[in-house]
């Protein structure tokens, strides 16, 4: 009998969009956001992908100091991949982005393949009142933002990078993103295999339809052949239909508080763990298996939990 199929789980724990006053559950000291982090793990997520978060009022941080407060307790506790991002803040400079990957030079990072409008300002409107004084601006001028990734700054961010071993989450909001990343390795900034990560439902970039997701991968296929995984991340209330439309595709998911703060229509989750729960239920009574962090690495060609700088 053939191998089942192996499923690649990430999880994005805490991400740069969400605020504390829209869930209790979102993590933003460095104790919850490692605590959801291993937990996150230990229900199945082979993959953990970071941002960080200012510890007093949960606003977005892309201080490595504030990333050196989980990290280390999140190896010493899992032997999940750890995945740091490279976006964060949509105000910062590509070289200040990628200054906790440039320190801690972790087994994996994520890279936007283009700029965009990335916006999240209609869940302003949501909410009669805030936790902290920072949160409502930030949400309602999402609308006047470019989330930058210009050929340059990939170049530059490529560069740096490369020295450290590190595998590109390369992160794709919209068709012309893989002729970006198509142009990029042509250039040889990136070798083969690549990892991608469609991206679907944010305001700015593809719509979350079935279709969509058919012909990324149509696309994909074309432009790289067998030269590349994949992984869904469906935003908000397509998250886990994406996801298990994507795990019976051979493809990968991805789920967390950064991309979806329900667990089902109208329910908050009370925790990244319980996504991931759901998820790999999902994936296993359909007949794949999931992946272990191990299996992931070895999916992915990675460079091994013990040449990280953490």
């Not at 104790?31 to 970071?50: F, K, M, T, V, Y």
């Not at 012309?176 to 991608?196: E, Q, S, T, V």
């Not at 925790?271 to 299996?295: C, H």
Request: charged share 20%; proline share 4%.
């Amino acid at each position: 009998m053939s191998r089942k199929q192996r499923v690649i789980i990430s999880c994005a724990v805490t991400g740069a969009i969400h605020t504390p006053t829209m869930s209790a559950a979102l993590p933003y000291t460095a104790d919850d956001i490692a605590r959801q982090a291993i937990e996150a793990a230990e229900a199945g997520a082979a993959i953990l992908h970071l941002h960080a978060r200012r510890p007093q009022d949960g606003g977005v941080t892309i201080d490595p100091e504030v990333f050196a407060a989980f990290l280390p307790r999140i190896k010493h506790e899992s032997n999940a991949v750890i995945n740091i991002s490279t976006g964060g803040s949509l105000k910062n400079t590509i070289e200040e982005r990628i200054a906790p990957a440039l320190r801690f030079s972790p087994e994996m990072c994520s890279m936007n393949m283009g700029s965009m409008n990335f916006s999240f300002h209609p869940l302003a409107d949501r909410y009669s009142s805030w936790k902290f004084d920072w949160e409502k601006s930030y949400v309602a001028d999402s609308k006047t933002y470019i989330f930058r990734n210009t050929f340059s700054d990939i170049e530059n961010a490529a560069a740096a990078l490369a020295p450290h071993g590190i595998k590109f989450e390369h992160e794709c909001y919209d068709v012309g993103h893989l002729y970006n990343l198509r142009f990029c390795m042509d250039i040889g900034l990136f070798k083969a295999p690549i990892f991608i990560q469609f991206i679907f439902g944010i305001l700015g970039g593809i719509g979350p339809e079935i279709d969509n997701l058919v012909f990324m991968k149509r696309t994909a296929d074309r432009l790289f052949g067998h030269d590349y995984h994949w992984s869904v991340l469906g935003a908000g209330g397509a998250q886990m239909n994406l996801a298990t439309t994507a795990s019976q595709m051979q493809g990968n998911v991805r789920v967390g508080l950064e991309d979806s703060l329900f667990i089902s229509r109208g329910k908050l989750a009370k925790s990244n763990a319980e996504q991931v729960t759901k998820i790999r239920r999902i994936v296993e009574e359909l007949g794949a298996e999931v992946a272990s962090p191990d299996e992931a690495r070895e999916i992915l060609g990675l460079k091994g939990a013990d040449k990280v700088a953490f």
